[in-house]
């Protein structure tokens, strides 16, 4: 098994609806652009990425939305080294569709309270609907690993929420001590770094708000 020497989560750039939320009661939420500073700060991780990949092969994975797209545009990888795909499994949460932005403020608020793994938006989906899909590209993911010529490095583009949801499959967190953790900012990334005794380790852990209070001995 060709498993690669790093795994890349980044969060996509600033997007409008991050300054702004009433957008989502006129832009559908996979729409919404990248604004200018999230372009800039999407160019700003490019430099760093590139020099980390240096001439190496790349398997790159891209959620379906307008500002992953643009994200992973702004990168400036070398199209050369890169295999780019969409995977709508790497979607951002739902939320619903055309969205009323007071309802919005008050659900997330009852999400707050209720937790955000387990509580559904109206319409929408919960955290644990989002780990599923991510549990299944993450099957997708290490069958692909079976190619003997598969690139070196993995680049996920995606969403804050969704990127927690990944490593909380992958190296198989409880559910408190997802709760426990903070969305990275915008552009940022974790990398999962592959050890000589076949495991990975994070470059760096995300920023934790709280300490989990887990229900029993699993968490």
Known sequence: MARPRRIVLLRHGESEGNIDDS???????????????????AEEAGGPLREMF?????SAYVSP???????FRELALDPGRVRVREEPRL???????????????????????YGHFFYRFAQG????DVYDRV?????????????????????????????????????HWSVAEFE?????????????LLGPDGRYTFDRPFERWCEPEPYGITG
């Open 91 to 113: 979607r951002e949460q739902d939320w619903g569709n055309w969205q009323d932005r007071d309802d919005v403020r008050l659900q997330k608020a009852y999400r707050d309270a």
């Open 125 to 128: 989906e919960s955290g644990a």
């Open 54 to 58: 240096g001439d190496e092969r790349i």
């Open 65 to 71: 939305y307008r500002r992953t797209h643009q994200t």
């Open 180 to 192: 426990s953790l903070s969305n990275p900012g915008n552009a940022e990334w974790r990398t999962l």
């Open 23 to 41: 957008i989502y009661e006129r832009e559908p939420d996979h729409a919404l652009s990248l604004t200018k500073t999230g372009r800039r700060q």
């Open 135 to 171: 549990g299944a590209f993450l099957e997708s993911l290490w069958r692909s690993f079976e190619d003997p010529n598969h690139p070196p490095n993995v680049l996920i583009v995606t969403h804050g929420l969704t990127m927690r949801l990944f490593c909380m499959r992958w190296f």
